[in-house]
């Protein structure tokens, strides 16, 4: 009985830490590189530089790493959205860093993120008149407690003066979690997951995530939203998997 009044507050105490703005969790947990254990920041400049780029050859329709122009799966079956754009690859640091942004809490590390999806920007323009998050479904949210991709989101708006609309996409079904999925199965899992109750008048779309896999998600979201008249719709995530 004991055990399980220790276990109810734990599960509590996560719910709080959660709900903490990033300025109070900073407070109880000073920042430290996730590199390099260097006070003051989440990734310290010089960890920055030795983050693991995404450099050609890449698919230019997925990000593919380590692929033709357009890989087979891209020719095989075309995605809905027009490109997927990422500054890194899925590896080291860089998902160390995601991976605390997503599932530890750590929400102190999404300006400091999204300044490396700016910068990246800045380099790699990308047609863009409104920045939408892929949504999480509202049972995954109140679980969590925040979607990372809408944090990453709101803080490039910000950074780059481009609207930011987090209402845009809903997701309807609360899919099972797809790490070990093949992509065939990641494609039937998302399939009609999303829906946009909106118009948007050819207006081009920039769809924000964390990390891109086979892009059966974004390709899903893409279709939502070029069904509500996106004129195109670019996904930029911070890092793309192998």
């Given at each position: 009985?004991?055990?399980?009044?220790?276990d109810?507050?734990a599960v509590?105490?996560?719910?709080i830490?959660?709900?903490?703005p990033?300025?109070?969790?900073?407070?109880?947990?000073?920042?430290?590189?996730?590199?390099?254990?260097?006070?003051?920041?989440?990734?310290?400049?010089s960890?920055?530089?030795?983050?693991?780029?995404?450099?050609?050859?890449?698919?230019?329709?997925?990000?593919?790493?380590?692929?033709?122009?357009?890989?087979?799966?891209?020719?095989?079956?075309?995605?809905?959205?027009?490109?997927?754009r990422?500054?890194?690859?899925?590896?080291?640091?860089?998902?160390?860093a995601?991976?605390?942004?997503?599932y530890?809490?750590?929400?102190?590390?999404?300006p400091?993120?999204?300044?490396?999806?700016?910068?990246?920007?800045?380099?790699?323009?990308?047609?863009g008149?409104?920045l939408?998050p892929?949504p999480?479904?509202?049972?995954?949210?109140?679980?969590?407690?925040?979607?990372?991709?809408?944090?990453?989101?709101?803080?490039?708006?910000?950074k780059?003066?481009?609207d930011?609309?987090?209402?845009?996409?809903?997701?309807?079904?609360?899919?099972?979690?797809q790490?070990?999925?093949?992509?065939?199965?990641?494609?039937e899992n998302v399939?009609?997951?999303?829906?946009?109750?909106?118009?948007?008048?050819g207006?081009?779309?920039?769809?924000?995530?964390?990390?891109?896999?086979?892009?059966?998600?974004?390709?899903?979201?893409?279709?939502a939203?070029?069904?509500?008249g996106?004129?195109?719709?670019?996904?930029?995530?911070l890092?793309?998997?192998?």
């Amino acid at each position: 009985m004991i055990a399980d009044i220790f276990d109810r507050g734990a599960v509590a105490a996560r719910r709080i830490v959660r709900q903490l703005p990033g300025t109070a969790l900073d407070l109880l947990f000073p920042l430290n590189c996730l590199g390099c254990q260097r006070e003051g920041k989440v990734l310290c400049a010089s960890c920055v530089d030795s983050l693991p780029k995404l450099t050609p050859s890449f698919c230019r329709v997925c990000a593919q790493p380590n692929a033709s122009a357009t890989c087979h799966s891209c020719l095989e079956s075309p995605p809905v959205f027009d490109g997927i754009r990422a500054p890194y690859e899925m590896e080291g640091t860089v998902k160390e860093a995601i991976h605390n942004l997503k599932y530890r809490g750590l929400k102190a590390a999404a300006p400091e993120l999204a300044e490396l999806l700016a910068n990246y920007l800045e380099e790699h323009p990308m047609p863009g008149e409104v920045l939408t998050p892929v949504p999480l479904h509202p049972r995954r949210l109140r679980s969590r407690g925040y979607n990372q991709s809408a944090l990453l989101a709101k803080e490039l708006s910000k950074k780059l003066g481009l609207d930011m609309d987090q209402s845009l996409l809903i997701r309807a079904k609360n899919n099972p979690p797809q790490v070990s999925a093949s992509q065939e199965k990641r494609r039937e899992n998302v399939q009609g997951s999303f829906r946009c109750d909106g118009r948007l008048d050819g207006q081009a779309v920039i769809l924000v995530d964390d990390v891109a896999t086979t892009g059966s998600t974004l390709s899903a979201c893409a279709a939502a939203l070029k069904a509500a008249g996106a004129s195109s719709v670019w996904c930029l995530v911070l890092a793309r998997e192998s």
